[in-house]
């Protein structure tokens, strides 16, 4: 976690004083269009320009893609930067001081404790491989490991003892931050606690900020077991949250638009040796939906590099769910059978490695290798089983139009009609869609979040967004209820704490507390060029939006009115009430 004390005054700052067209410029030529800015869209290749940025309100929209927000979503997305990383990367360009978080008891002081103990235990095991007749420093290099390499990634080597680690660290540290730290292991009986990691070699896990806080040991003796042991979790460890590698990938990554996986440490070793330095590894357990996102973060490509066995293609079709759920352009390296990076790479060398992952083919490609859906011999059934566990993996495909393409070079490599596959494809996602959007379920807030606002709440936003001298008319007006839209309602709600007077909004005050989402939800319609409000163009609108909510309310009432017929009660104040929105629709109709 970062200690940045990144709060909503910092942030209301940092907006003010960063200058959106200025930061945008540096990725794509801006030329001035009215009130706008115009330019080709940074996220996407397009020959007309469809990207708007208004410096006044501190939004950009590209009306192509759909990528909208601030200035912090533009630097996060264009950079893929976590959001801590940003924000600091804009303050220090625009000389906003972000302060540090002030530490408030003995939690904060124990997780600083907790940093500096695994530190200074990698130190420790760090010195202790460097000694001459290492054990661990001679399985290195038997393997091959060049000095260098294990200097840069801090490798180190626990003792053959059970409190070499102990008795170093005993004069710092108690006993019971050591066994917290995942340092120590307590006695099953008795009191005391002994060296977790023993005559093992030791691969450093840090995390984001590439602070030691674990460590993932290979047993260096035949017998010892586990073959590969892992800090266990701990308050600065999570092992579903971090990548084995992934602080010294990150650069690589970004630079070369890709993320290569792997599943060990000496496959992680094995790659970067063979020049592949923007390679991860998931330390030997299935790859986790929060690694899969902070890794798309980086980049738009993954490549899984996975082991040639059964069980490494079985891993393999996990890992591609995942990356395709997030959008990755997701392509599998092909590895002999029941081979590994690291044994490739000692039998046929670097070079051999670094063109199995440029080959690499794409998912779908290597799926069908992978199933064999078409293998000579099947029965129908056996055929249809094999054909299943593909389209399993590009159910996790979000988006419709690809998810479809995918299947028309499925349906080209197993000789199916296309009209077969898609309609069970269909008939899949209408079951997904009704277990998961009853009442109450997040599936039925994921369906009204994706959809698009009634026309009329969508008008109403432009017109307050204009910062016309009609928002007080608005706003006085205007009742929560006529509106649908829970997006509609949230944006409303932050215009209505600043914006009864008639000055222009202000969106880096107003919209501080709206989400990300929210926020490029917001950009797409403030920054719409449609033409300035009217007084008649707000009369109409409210009379809009106030008749579309009564229409509603006649139809229930209606509804009641029908059931009370058949219970002989409560039928006349029904009627009434009934009566009483009918005549106020007239109303409303006479008037227009």
Avoid at 23 to 34: C, P, R
Avoid at 130 to 143: C, I, M
Avoid at 257 to 268: A, I, K, M, Q, S
Avoid at 458 to 477: D, K, Q, V, W, Y
């Amino acid at each position: 976690m970062s200690d940045l004390d990144i709060n909503d005054h910092v942030l209301a700052e940092l907006r003010s004083a960063a200058d959106i067209v200025e930061v945008i410029s540096d990725h794509t030529t801006l030329k001035k269009a009215g009130r706008s800015w115009k330019g080709l869209c940074p996220f996407h290749n397009e020959r007309t320009p469809s990207f708007t940025v208004d410096r006044d309100k501190g939004l950009y929209h590209c009306f192509g893609c759909g990528a909208g927000g601030d200035v912090i979503r533009f630097v996060r997305e264009i950079d893929r930067l976590d959001f801590p990383e940003a924000v600091e990367a804009l303050a220090g360009r625009f000389g906003v001081t972000i302060p540090r978080r002030v530490r408030h008891g003995p939690r904060d002081d124990r997780r600083d404790r907790l940093y500096q103990a695994v530190a200074d235990a990698q130190r420790f095991y760090a010195e202790r491989l460097s000694r001459p007749g290492n054990a661990a420093a001679r399985y290195l290099e038997e393997r091959g490991v060049p000095m260098e390499m294990v200097r840069s990634l801090g490798l180190g080597h626990a003792p053959d003892a059970w409190d070499s680690l102990s008795k170093a660290l005993a004069p710092v540290y108690p006993e019971d931050l050591l066994i917290e730290a995942g340092l120590l292991q307590q006695r099953s009986e008795g009191k005391g606690a002994y060296d977790r990691f023993r005559d093992r070699l030791l691969f450093v896990l840090r995390d984001d900020r590439g602070r030691p806080v674990g460590f993932g040991g290979r047993a260096l003796s035949p017998a010892g077991e586990p073959k590969y042991l892992n800090s266990p979790e701990s308050p600065i460890f999570s092992k579903k949250r971090l990548l084995y590698g992934l602080f010294e990938a990150r650069d690589a990554i970004r630079r070369r638009d890709r993320v290569v996986l792997v599943e060990g440490y000496f496959d992680h070793l094995a790659l970067v040796r063979a020049g592949v330095v923007e390679t991860v590894a998931s330390m030997g357990t299935a790859l986790t939906p929060e690694q899969s996102e902070k890794l798309r973060r980086l980049a738009p490509k993954a490549v899984v590099c996975y082991d040639g066995d059964a069980a490494g293609r079985h891993a393999t079709l996990g890992a591609l769910q995942l990356l395709l759920a997030q959008g990755f352009e997701a392509r599998v390296a092909r590895l002999p059978e029941g081979e590994d990076p690291d044994d490739l790479l000692r039998r046929e060398g670097p070079e051999a490695v670094a063109h199995r992952i440029e080959e690499a083919p794409d998912f779908l490609t290597w799926a069908v290798e992978d199933v064999r859906p078409t293998e000579e011999g099947l029965t129908s059934a056996e055929k249809r089983e094999r054909i299943a566990r593909i389209q399993q993996i590009l159910a996790a495909i979000p988006d419709r139009v690809l998810r479809y393409e995918e299947y028309r070079k499925l349906s080209r490599s197993v000789a199916v009609p296309l009209e077969v596959l898609w309609e069970g494809e269909r008939a899949n996602r209408r079951l997904e869609n009704t277990r998961s959007s009853s009442v109450g379920t997040p599936g039925k807030v994921a369906v009204l979040s994706v959809s698009e606002p009634p026309a009329v709440e969508r008008r109403l936003l432009r017109f307050l967004t204009a910062g016309s001298e009609h928002n007080s008319l608005i706003l006085g007006a205007l009742q929560d209820d006529f509106l649908t839209d829970p997006r509609v309602r949230r944006v409303v709600a932050a215009l209505r704490r600043t914006g009864k007077g008639p000055e222009p909004v202000d969106f880096r005050g107003q919209i501080a507390d709206l989400t990300d989402d929210e926020r490029t939800f917001l950009s797409g319609i403030a920054l719409d060029e449609s033409p300035e409000p009217t007084e008649k163009g707000v009369d109409q609108l409210l009379k809009a939006l106030e008749t579309n909510y009564l229409k509603t309310e006649s139809s229930a009432l209606q509804q009641a009115i029908q059931r009370a017929e058949g219970e002989k009660s409560g039928i006349d104040e029904l009627l009434r009430k009934k009566e009483q929105v009918d005549r106020r629709i007239a109303q409303l109709n006479r008037k227009g």
